[in-house]
């Protein structure tokens, strides 16, 4: 089992633990994740890193004996652009307290939404972020915390996060990775959605961050309603316009590994059609 899922290239998982968990624990979420076939599994500290030391160890226990790969999204209320300088300060801290805990439970990446531009032009943002993020992976450094940060492409204008901000963030910050979510680009561009354009995506992180980038790739898909302030909502992707099949197609194309977490709202039967639909192109 677990060989065989080394051996494939590119894992699929859901956005927090399955609807058919036997309860919402983030270790019966990973057992389903197993059992399922799939891959991997995000854990969802979107409202506060509510785990502990104890608890995430087990968890790590648990993913390891499962042969299941980890991630974790940070809390909802991160703005690295606040006003105030103690939002911004909580902001860290919550970024932090995901990276610790996210460790600790064995994920490789954290991922959440970094900032939103309140009227700020985005370069002005873009620096502000930067700053701001940097400060938190210094202190990583010293915790001696290895996991990769993924500030996300977001789906909305208003917010931070367009996919050369992040391409940038891996270029100027150390330990910064590229985390695309393919259906908040979709809403917020409404274009994105064939093969090309899907593929010019890839071949922007290809140049830009390497080979090494498309072979750990932390990935985003679902479907999504949009209109023009982008992201509305998000949408089973067969009740949604989004062509999966041909980012699948591109990102195999590409070769691209790593682990594609499925926000559908219903996750594991999305994670799977994702997944299968991969295998059988
Ligand atoms: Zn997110």
Redesign the pocket.
């Known amino acids: 089992m677990l060989y065989c899922k080394q051996m494939e290239e590119l894992l699929f998982g859901t956005g927090g633990t399955p609807h058919s968990s036997r309860t919402a624990s983030t270790i019966d979420g990973i057992k389903r994740i197993a059992e399922l076939g799939l891959g991997g599994m995000e854990i969802e500290f979107v409202r506060g890193v509510k785990m502990g030391e104890a608890g995430a160890r087990l968890v790590a226990e648990t993913a390891a004996r499962e042969g299941v790969k980890l991630s974790a999204?940070g809390p909802y209320f991160i703005n690295l652009n606040a006003r105030e300088p103690e939002k911004i300060i909580a902001s860290q801290e919550r970024i932090l307290q995901t990276a610790r805990i996210a460790a600790i439970c064995g994920a490789e990446s954290i991922?959440?939404?970094a900032a939103f531009y309140l009227g700020d032009p985005p370069e002005k943002t873009y620096q502000t972020v930067k700053k701001k993020l940097a400060e938190v992976i210094n202190q990583l450094k010293r915790e001696n915390n290895r996991v990769w940060i993924r500030p996300?492409v977001m789906g909305k204008p208003s917010q931070f996060g367009t996919i050369d901000e992040v391409l940038n963030l891996c270029t100027e910050l150390e330990g910064v990775g590229i985390g695309v979510?393919f259906a908040h680009w979709h809403a917020r561009r409404g274009e994105f959605n064939s093969y090309p354009e899907f593929a010019s995506i890839l071949q922007q992180i290809k140049q830009r961050l390497g080979d090494q980038a498309l072979d750990d790739m932390h990935i985003?898909v679902s479907g999504i309603a949009y209109g023009k302030k982008g992201e509305i909502k998000h949408l089973n992707l067969k009740e949604s316009d989004l062509q999966y099949v041909e980012l699948l197609r591109a990102l195999k194309d590409y070769q691209a590994r790593g682990l594609v977490i499925c926000?559908s709202p219903n996750l594991e039967q999305d994670a799977l059609l994702l997944q299968e639909t991969y295998k059988n192109l």
Do not use: L, R, V
């Open positions: 999204h991922t959440f939404h996300e979510d985003h926000e």
